[in-house]
C-alpha cells in the first residue's frame, strides 16, 4: 500500500486493511448503499480506483471479477430509512455495519479505512479505523469497495426504471439532473423517492404530485 501523507494509515502494521465506501448520498431517488472490502495491505489490482473515474464497461469487469473472490459486505439503505434518520445518521450506521460485519473474517486487526470522512480516526466509532478524504484513489481496497457499490446500485436503478417508467432512472440513476427534474413535474413523486429531500419535498406540497398518485397504487 503506497503512502498517503496520513501517518495514521502509513505508520500501520496491519496486515490487512478494510475499504468502506458509498453511493447514493446525494440521490433524490433510489437506496443508499455502502461497501466494505477485506484485502491484504499489500493487494493491488491494475484498474482499481475511484470509481467515478472508470468507464462504465470497465467498471463491470472489475466489479464481477472480484465481487466473488473478495471478502466484502453491503449494506443497503432504504429511502424510507434515509428519511427517517437523516442522510448522514444513516450513512454513519451502514458504514458501521459493513465494517463490523467483515472485521471477524480478518486472520489479525485489520485497518479500516473510510473514504471521505474529515482526516483523523474514529470517524464512525469503529476501533483502529481511520478517515480519508479521495480514499477510493489512493487505497485499493477502498478503490475496490467503491467499484462494487457503484456497480451494484447503477444495476439496481436500472431495473428500478422498469418498475417506475418515464424517470430516467436507468439514466440519472435518481441524482437531480434536469431530466429527473422534468420528471417529477410530469409524474410526480414516486415510492422510491426520499421525501425529506428538498426537491422532493416541495413537489409533494402540491396538489396531485405525492405518492398516492393513483398511478403509484401498488401493493
Same mark, same amino acid.
Given at each position: 500500500?503506497?503512502?498517503?501523507?496520513?501517518?495514521?494509515?502509513?505508520?500501520?502494521?496491519?496486515?490487512?486493511?478494510?475499504?468502506? #465506501? *458509498?453511493? &447514493?448520498?446525494?440521490?433524490?431517488?433510489?437506496p443508499l448503499l455502502v461497501c466494505a472490502t477485506l484485502v491484504h495491505r499489500n493487494w493491488t489490482a491494475v484498474?482499481?480506483?475511484?470509481?467515478?473515474?472508470?468507464?462504465?464497461?470497465e467498471r463491470s469487469r472489475i466489479c464481477d471479477l472480484f465481487k466473488s473472490t473478495t471478502p466484502h459486505l453491503l449494506?443497503?439503505?432504504t429511502p424510507e430509512?434515509? #428519511? *427517517?434518520? &437523516?442522510?448522514?445518521?444513516?450513512?454513519?450506521?451502514a458504514h458501521q455495519t459493513a465494517i463490523l460485519g467483515l472485521i471477524s473474517q480478518a486472520k489479525s486487526t485489520p485497518l479500516v479505512i473510510v473514504d471521505g470522512f474529515p482526516q483523523g480516526t474514529g470517524p464512525i466509532g469503529v476501533p483502529n479505523a481511520v478517515g480519508l478524504p479521495k480514499a477510493d484513489g489512493l487505497i485499493p481496497a477502498v478503490g475496490l469497495a467503491s467499484i462494487i457499490a457503484k456497480?451494484?446500485?447503477?444495476?439496481?436503478?436500472?431495473?428500478?426504471?422498469?418498475?417506475?417508467?418515464?424517470?430516467?432512472?436507468?439514466?440519472h440513476k435518481?441524482?437531480?439532473?434536469?431530466?429527473h427534474e422534468m420528471a417529477l413535474d410530469k409524474l410526480g413523486v414516486c415510492p422510491i423517492h426520499r421525501k425529506s429531500y428538498a426537491p422532493v419535498r416541495k413537489r409533494l406540497e402540491t396538489p396531485g404530485m405525492g405518492k398516492d398518485d393513483p398511478l403509484f397504487e401498488i401493493d
Open positions: 500500500m503506497r503512502k498517503t501523507g496520513n501517518a495514521f494509515i502509513d505508520n500501520s502494521s496491519a496486515e490487512w486493511v478494510i475499504g468502506s #465506501d *458509498e453511493v &447514493g448520498y446525494g440521490s433524490w431517488a433510489g484498474g482499481v480506483g475511484d470509481s467515478k473515474k472508470i468507464v462504465e464497461k449494506v443497503w439503505v430509512k434515509i #428519511d *427517517e434518520l &437523516g442522510v448522514y445518521k444513516a450513512l454513519l450506521g456497480v451494484t446500485r447503477d444495476r439496481h436503478m436500472q431495473k428500478e426504471s422498469q418498475t417506475y417508467p418515464g424517470y430516467g432512472f436507468g439514466n435518481g441524482y437531480g439532473t434536469p431530466e
